[in-house]
């Protein structure tokens, strides 16, 4: 299982600690860095500055979201980030849900989101191996246009720039079942939001098959530290967002995620209390139990028992939040 570093993306400003967190993984051998998006900084533009300055560490998007760009925009930034990078660049995308996509994109939510996402994909992957013209009678995703309201005279073109690697790796971010099991058969790996080793039976309807080297790659939150209860509130706070923020009380793929690990009468309870304004009640009502099966906090040796547990699971790449230099060093000690 290969070791990855999540940072995320940034919030009030940039954070500072990002770069040398970055600088130090490599050093220590974790195999690749991670950003993302939501709606403030852009997930590229930091992992271009990490890449200026590293050399060997594979770079990743976890998040870019769709809504942000078209496909073909999408596959410009990571051809061009892989060749500035000497062929170090993985592409993870995620749809997002309706509130940010139409909330900050201004964009309509797709009404058939599997659909969008497998023909956005395909776009992708026609740029990445430029064997022609990028072509596709798409329901989302037509190339070129042919909405009532364009000119009708739309060229299909391929990308001036000949790509480093036409195999350059993608990754979807998945949630529902059936976008899990789709995105097995598309992509090169999936990122899970939420993965507890102890409760991997939530997914197994949708692994069945997995291809020679899919990722399986999530994100858990690793603090090395005496008092776990301290430990886990980060987990918490981010929790109460996703779970009470992140989508509408009628439509909330983080708070469905958590109901099918087995706490949804919590996910309601959580999202009832954050829609009402009580936000710190919501990240108390988040459940410790959860919080902490879908990390790794607390002293060393608890962190040691736990991460076997990650191990004898179908995981490859274990993606860590880890806010400081002596936890990163901690897991990759453990991980040998």
Partial sequence: MRLGLALGYWGRGPDR??????????????????????????AFTPLTWIAAHTSRIRLGTAIAQMAARTPTATAMHALTLDHLSGGRMMLGLGLSGPQVVEGWYGRPFPASPLTATREYVDVVRQVLRREGPVT??????????????????????????HPLRADLPVLLGAEGPKNIAQTTRIADGWLPLYWSPTRTDAYRASLTELPEGFMIAPMARAKVCDDVAEGLLPVKAMLGFYIGGMGHAARNFHADLMGRMGYEEEARRIQELFLAGRRQ?????????????????????????????????????????????HTLRVLADLNT
């Fill in 17 to 42: 600690s990002h770069l040398d967190l970055a600088t130090e993984a490599e050093s220590l051998g974790y195999d690749s860095v991670w950003t993302a998006e939501a709606w403030g900084s852009d």
């Fill in 136 to 161: 596709l009678d798409g329901r989302f995703h037509s190339h070129p246009y042919r909405g009532g309201d364009g000119t009708g005279i739309g060229k299909p073109l391929k990308p001036i720039t």
């Fill in 281 to 325: 009640e919501a990240v108390l009502a988040v459940p410790d139990a959860f919080a902490d099966e879908i990390s790794l906090i607390g002293p060393r040796e608890r962190i040691a028992e736990r991460l076997d547990l990650w191990r004898e699971g179908p995981v490859t790449d274990l993606l860590l939040t880890a806010p400081d230099p």
